[in-house]
């Protein structure tokens, strides 16, 4: 009999087929033909959809939400979207073309190219490549902000060899996918969704859930006409015809608002990083269409300085301090961009307009190293939630384009845009703001995960050591019953027969019996996650049929070491009852949870003494209560009060203050 083992894909397989759909990515986001902005950068207009036109915008909905439910399956994703992406390209290279099946397929090609990558990411961070799966992450933001610079100032030129290009660039990434299709043929559970969790849990389906009807939010939106939202806003319908920027913004804050409830649902690490991530996509738009106007004229280099700048953010993204080196990049890019606003006299044109090359080219590579870093940054932190796809897919989408349209309302003069492409250029500030904010937010959100993965590793090394105690205590368990408790057992039965002396050694072994069946229970003082005890646990232990223990039903919890320091005074105190109060005494010991501290009273119905008894007590040298007792709980900063009257018992009160 054979045994068939399919080996698991390694690390750079996948990452070569991630890099593969990065190439789909650049040329979705580079077209051939465009009046303006490349569209990974531009600002969307109003989608108010006509006639038939809402199957166009259905195409890419339904693709979204496809790709959202396939995402183990992120191969053939890649492959769909490179298929999708041929007929466009062969049109242009070719006179054989049907424009409305090229925008069809494109428009379904660009979501599962994006989902396809981040999907690939997803699996390499949960299978132990932080590196390349961060580095990925970066590169699917890098890819499409260098697919904007291969646009550069579409008004200004086309390039015709961009589509050779793009076919070249669907080749090679066809030719890196497809070998990935066959390995990953049965599905990579590592990249749907949460890697503890299986089949469609609450915890992936929510992620579904947020993600694609976020992208569904176009349709009731393109609803919203002009006189809808004149008559929503009680203003003259006409008013917004002439200001558009004004109704834009407005549907960028419906947009905005519904995306971060849908983001909520997905859960709170996505909600932060698909904002981090979305604001830094806003902030870079500005400087981007500086820096590719600036270097219209010179197409290399200003592929070349896209290429730089996704290099080193991806760089950035795959060491082990990617938050700190994203954060550092947003702060690098937001000094540049203020640096360009001052040299130019708060007329940042100027460089556009001189074709200042250095200037632009190191905006350039600093503004895209930070988009691609700060993305790629998140990438780790999303990935134990399996939120990757989902967060800086659809959601980061959704808030970017609506926080493009809230930010335009602010590039006005006197109350009105300027008539020019460059008019995000003269208000260049902004963006500089937002980098700081997405560096600010980045920062973080990395402080947030590194305190909870420290509080998760000292809570799973917590439940290592009590797993390892219970089974040392099973081990000990056995032969302790067989032997030592026998033997307590029998001592206790029969020491009463043998007099004075042996009815005091039954009840000696009556207690020790209980103590240690006690601490064969696990019931003693176990530490709790983070250096904390439950006094109730220990105390309790203390008790036997001599010695009663009352404490409240719920745990009373105080730091390991002050939980050990007042149980050794008490259990200090209940020797002192059994050397001194005499013959069949009784001991009481109450805990009590207060706001400020706690307290532990012991009582005995002993013989008591004459309270000056102490003073001399300590003056012979017998320090037993000033160091056992006082001393121990002075250190605490608490205090100890003893009352005792001959014949009428003694109570020893210890009170210990909170920790703060």
């Given at each position: 009999m054979?045994?068939?083992v399919i080996e698991e894909p390694r690390w750079w397989q996948e990452a070569l087929a991630g890099l593969g759909g990065c190439l789909l990515l650049t040329v979705a986001t580079s077209p051939e033909y465009t009046q303006g902005l490349a569209p990974f950068i531009e600002t969307p207009?109003?989608?108010?959809?006509?006639?038939?036109?809402?199957?166009?915008?259905?195409?890419?909905?339904?693709?979204?939400?496809?790709?959202?439910?396939?995402?183990?399956w992120w191969p053939y994703l890649l492959a769909a979207a490179g298929l999708l992406s041929a007929p466009s390209v062969w049109g242009q290279l070719t006179t054989v073309s049907h424009p409305a099946l090229g925008t069809f397929a494109q428009s379904a090609a660009y979501p599962l190219a994006v989902l396809g990558v981040l999907a690939c990411a997803q699996s390499l961070l949960s299978r132990g490549s932080p590196r390349a799966g961060a580095a990925l992450v970066g590169l699917a933001t890098g890819s499409r902000l260098f697919g904007s610079a291969m646009v550069g100032p579409g008004w200004w030129s086309s390039d015709p060899s961009r589509p050779a290009w793009h076919a070249g660039m669907i080749a090679v990434a066809l030719a890196v996918v497809v070998p990935a299709v066959w390995r990953i043929r049965r599905g990579d559970r590592a990249a749907a969704g949460p890697p503890d969790t299986s089949g469609w849990a609450w915890q992936r389906l929510r992620l579904v859930i947020a993600a694609g009807l976020a992208v569904c939010l176009v349709l009731p939106l393109s609803l919203l006409t002009t006189e809808r939202l004149a008559a929503l806003l009680n203003v003259d319908w006409s008013a917004l015809y002439r200001h558009q920027t004004a109704a834009i913004a407005v549907t960028g804050v419906i947009t905005l608002v519904l995306a971060i409830g849908l983001a909520a649902v997905a859960g709170l690490w996505p909600l932060a990083a698909a904002l981090t991530v979305a604001t830094v996509q806003v902030a870079v738009?500005?400087?981007?269409?500086?820096?590719?106007?600036?270097?219209?004229?010179?197409?290399?280099?200003?592929?070349?300085?896209?290429?730089?700048?996704?290099?080193?953010?991806?760089?950035?993204?795959?060491?082990?301090?990617?938050?700190?080196?994203?954060?550092t990049l947003a702060l690098g890019a937001a000094t540049a961009v203020f640096i360009a606003y001052a040299a130019t006299t708060g007329h940042p044109e100027k460089l556009a307009e001189q074709q200042r090359v250095v200037p632009a080219v190191l905006l350039l590579v600093l503004v895209t190293a930070a988009g691609t870093a700060v993305a790629g940054a998140t990438g780790p932190i999303l990935a134990r939630r399996g939120a990757v796809p989902a967060a800086l897919g659809p959601l980061v989408g959704v808030l970017a384009a609506s926080g493009l349209q809230i930010v335009e309302v602010t590039y006005l003069?006197?109350?009105?845009p300027v008539s020019s492409y460059l008019n995000p250029v003269f208000h260049l500030t902004t963006s500089a703001v937002l980098l700081l904010v997405a560096g600010a937010g980045l920062s973080g959100l990395g402080l947030a995960h590194h305190i909870a993965e420290r509080w998760a590793e000292r809570k799973r090394a917590e439940l290592i050591r009590q797993e390892a105690a219970a089974a040392e205590r099973d081990r000990l368990a056995r032969p302790i019953h067989d032997g030592v408790l026998q033997v307590l057992a029998l001592v206790q039965r029969q020491g009463s027969q043998l007099g004075e002396g042996g009815s005091q050694l039954a009840r000696l072994a009556g207690e020790q019996e209980v103590a240690l069946r006690h601490l064969l229970s696990g019931g003693v003082g176990m530490a709790r996650p983070?250096?904390?005890?439950?006094?109730?646990?220990?105390?309790?232990?203390?008790g036997s049929p001599m010695i009663e223990v009352s404490t409240p039903a719920q745990p009373v919890v105080l730091p390991s070491g002050?939980?050990?320091e007042l149980t050794a005074a008490v259990q200090a105190a209940l020797d002192n009852v059994r050397r001194h109060a005499g013959p069949g005494s009784r001991a009481w010991v109450l805990l009590e949870d207060e706001d400020n501290g706690v307290?532990?009273?012991?009582?005995?119905?002993?013989?008591?003494?004459?309270?000056q008894r102490l003073t001399e007590a300590a003056r012979a040298g017998r320090l037993g209560v000033a160091q056992s007792m006082r001393g121990r709980i002075a250190d605490l900063g608490g205090t100890t009060t003893i009352h005792s009257q001959p014949e009428e018992g003694t109570e020893v009160e210890f009170w210990v203050p909170r920790p703060r």
């Open positions: 054979i045994d068939t207009g109003r989608s108010e959809l006509h006639g038939t036109g809402w199957v166009l915008a259905l195409i890419p909905i339904v693709a979204t939400v496809a790709g959202l439910c396939l995402l183990r738009a500005a400087p981007l269409i500086l820096a590719f106007t600036a270097l219209g004229a010179t197409d290399p280099v200003r592929w070349l300085g896209a290429i730089a700048g996704a290099a080193l953010g991806a760089v950035a993204a795959s060491s082990r301090w990617r938050v700190a080196a994203a954060a003069r006197d109350g009105l983070g250096g904390d005890a439950d006094l109730c646990t220990s105390l309790s232990a203390l002050p939980a050990a307290r532990v009273t012991v009582r005995d119905d002993g013989v008591g003494f004459e309270p």
